[in-house]
């Protein structure tokens, strides 16, 4: 057995924690997860530093909250300063490798993949290859190589022009179009072959790997808008989606609105849309949750996983309606911020199918990480969350931050200025969470009380019945906010270099990342 572990740190983009049945849903959605969780550590309320993709994962890649890394915009670049998780773990002897779906993290130069020896991407028509350290690419891999960015440069001038004229990236969004960029290129990527890719590495090592311990990284995007599972899941989950042409036509439509994946809604779904939508999300986590049990089943079988330090969490969840939100762009209530979060060590730190119900921050998986590799230090031991279970009663404070997507609220102030001010999509949300309540600040407006663990829907606003607990935790959160105001103020804007090019802006509209 290897002297360090290797380390999978698998991201599932967009899971809610509560449509998991190992975290109490009715429907049996995840019975793969729920088999390794028993073998493993689940946390029962981890919470997510941010509600979307790029401050989430820069918080499990630095150990910081958004304010402090400030990445904060789809455009925004990890300061150089910041060590990332991927380059200490590189730098102590580690192979590290991305597998990634998601193009906010495996495409835009932001910072991200720094200290990854290898990085694949598997979104849209040029997808990377798995490239071997040590190896050298042959005459016809070179040529391959060259022509792709040949078509990429074609391809770019095309786009250029989308990207450019509002008139035509108008048209990219229409009805008529959204169906067929979604059909033509690989959407939310290939699951499947992502975790094909990421076994091989773990169980046939090559070259210098065989030498070294393997840091993975894997992104996977199944249960991101649009919604097309397996037809045998919707029959299981959503078979009002098979039987109802009323569905039918409500799913159609909405899979082809990117904007109404962004926007808040102006009233809530009917319960026949609710249903739709609830039963076709359950459906693309039952059918990721099969993905991974076969991925899994073949570590086991292998031997890799008991020398394997496996985290599953997710980077956030998603609103399907609550509260009339949609998507994950703008809240900071549980469907958002509350993530799953199982972590199975072979070091065995904590026995198997332990349950820690105090409130955790997928900020710490940074320092968790480090400790396993055997490189934390006397500070980042103590955020250690499989270490520091002993002191799980502490009564430390949690926080998040909402800070909304600058592009999301320019399209949303030309189509619907009203519901921007009517719902302050154009405001920083913050949260701070303290023993089972949840305190929520929204730039102003009055504060929101919640108490998590007796209304985890915070269906119940509290904060005209414990005005104290409203007190004391607004002392705490103003003194966050007012550190993060600070940080982002100094922080130097800086935009990602290829953000602006027409290939990446393409992969970010059709995730609905649209920049003004």
Known sequence: MASRPDILFLVLDTQRADRLSCYGYDQPTSPHLDTLAAEATRFTQ?????????????????????????MVQSYSVLPPDLPTLAERLEASGYYTAGFCNNPLVGVINNGLRRGFTSFLNYS????????????????????????????????????????RSDALLAL?????????????????????????????????????????????????????MPYHPPRRYIEQFAPLVLADRKAQTFLQRFNGDVYGWLAPLTGALDDHQKQTLDGMYDAEVAYQDALLGQFFQRLKDSGRLDNTLVIICADHGEHLGEKQFMGHSLSIYNELVRVPLIIRDPQNRLAQGTTVDG??????????????????????LTLDLLHSQENSHNRDYVFAEAIPPQNVVNLMQKRQPELVREMSCDRVRRAVWMGQHKLIETEGSEAELYDVLEDPTEALDLSAILPENVEALQDCLQAFADRSDRSLAQATPTRATDYDDPEVRRRLEELGYLED
């Open 172 to 224: 990219s969004f229409t009805p008529l179009m959204v169906p067929l960029w979604q059909t033509a290129l690989s959407f939310k990527g290939n699951g499947p072959k992502s975790l094909d890719d990421t076994a091989n590495l773990l169980i046939h090592r090559s070259g210098t790997q065989a030498d070294q311990p393997v840091f993975a990284f894997v992104n996977l995007m199944g249960t991101h």
């Open 359 to 380: 409130v955790v921050s997928t900020r710490r998986l940074f320092h968790t990480v480090l400790a396993a590799a055997g490189i934390a230090n006397e500070k980042e």
């Open 46 to 70: 981890a919470i997510s530093a941010a509600q979307w993709t790029v401050p989430s994962h820069a918080s499990m890649f630095t150990g910081l909250y958004p304010s402090e890394h400030t």
């Open 124 to 163: 849209g028509l040029l997808t990377a290859k798995p490239n071997q350290a040590g190896s050298h690419p042959g005459l016809v891999s070179r040529y391959r190589q060259w022509f792709k960015r040949q078509v990429a440069g074609v391809l770019n001038r095309v786009q250029d022009a989308f990207a």
